[in-house]
């Protein structure tokens, strides 16, 4: 389900919903700043806030140190982005933002995220692992930057990969 538009995203689960925000949201701001200056992959730079009852309870970032020192096997075999997670140690859905935002409520002590929100700056759609440990830990809605389908996506000419924090 899409607030907004139809957009093919490449996953989206039936009890999932996309809504969208501006970039002077908040939440995507804090989203955004995570993302600046913890996030480890520097080509995709992303972050998740997951907010509960109007509070940050948990904060993940994307990537690992292994695309540094061995590059990414899913970028040598031309794998579509989405797919082949399990081909590169540095792409496991364990390095993406989403299951660390999770990971980093439940070590605070908020174990209850049902009906929490995830905010997420850098990405224009959720991969089905990251779904999956969303929609297990009770997360519906997830906020994306208003446009993040044509800012954030590879095949998009008018993205600002490269560009990011200096434009959204």
Same mark, same amino acid.
């Not at 082949?84 to 933002?97: A, F, I």
């Not at 759609?125 to 519906?140: K, T, Y």
């Not at 954030?152 to 434009?167: L, V």
């Given at each position: 389900?899409?607030?907004?538009?139809?957009?093919?995203?490449?996953?989206?689960?039936?009890?999932?919903?996309?809504?969208?925000?501006?970039?002077?949201?908040?939440?995507?701001?804090?989203?955004? /700043?995570? #993302?600046? =200056? !913890?996030?480890?992959?520097k080509t995709m730079p992303n972050a998740s806030i997951i907010v509960k009852l109007g509070q940050i309870?948990?904060?993940?970032?994307?990537?690992?140190?292994?695309?540094?020192?061995?590059?990414?096997?899913?970028?040598?075999?031309?794998?579509?982005?989405?797919?082949?997670?399990?081909?590169c140690e540095g792409c496991s859905p364990k390095n993406h933002g989403e299951p660390r935002a999770i /990971?980093? #409520?439940? =070590? !605070?002590?908020?174990?209850?995220?049902?009906?929490?929100?995830?905010?997420?700056?850098?990405?224009?759609?959720?991969?089905?692992?990251?779904?999956?440990?969303?929609?297990?830990?009770?997360?519906?809605?997830?906020?994306?930057?208003?446009?993040?389908?044509?800012?954030?996506?590879?095949?998009?000419?008018?993205?600002?990969?490269?560009?990011?924090?200096?434009?959204?």
């Amino acid at each position: 389900m899409n607030s907004k538009k139809h957009i093919n995203y490449p996953y989206m689960p039936a009890e999932g919903v996309i809504r969208y925000v501006p970039a002077d949201n908040e939440y995507m701001q804090a989203a955004k /700043a995570y #993302a600046q =200056e !913890h996030s480890l992959d520097k080509t995709m730079p992303n972050a998740s806030i997951i907010v509960k009852l109007g509070q940050i309870v948990g904060r993940g970032f994307n990537g690992s140190d292994y695309h540094e020192t061995h590059g990414c096997e899913r970028v040598r075999l031309g794998i579509p982005t989405g797919q082949g997670y399990e081909l590169c140690e540095g792409c496991s859905p364990k390095n993406h933002g989403e299951p660390r935002a999770i /990971a980093n #409520a439940h =070590e !605070h002590g908020v174990t209850d995220l049902n009906g929490a929100d995830l905010y997420l700056w850098g990405h224009w759609w959720c991969c089905e692992p990251c779904w999956n440990s969303m929609l297990e830990a009770g997360i519906h809605d997830v906020y994306l930057l208003e446009n993040s389908e044509t800012l954030f996506n590879k095949e998009s000419p008018d993205n600002i990969i490269g560009r990011q924090f200096a434009t959204a």
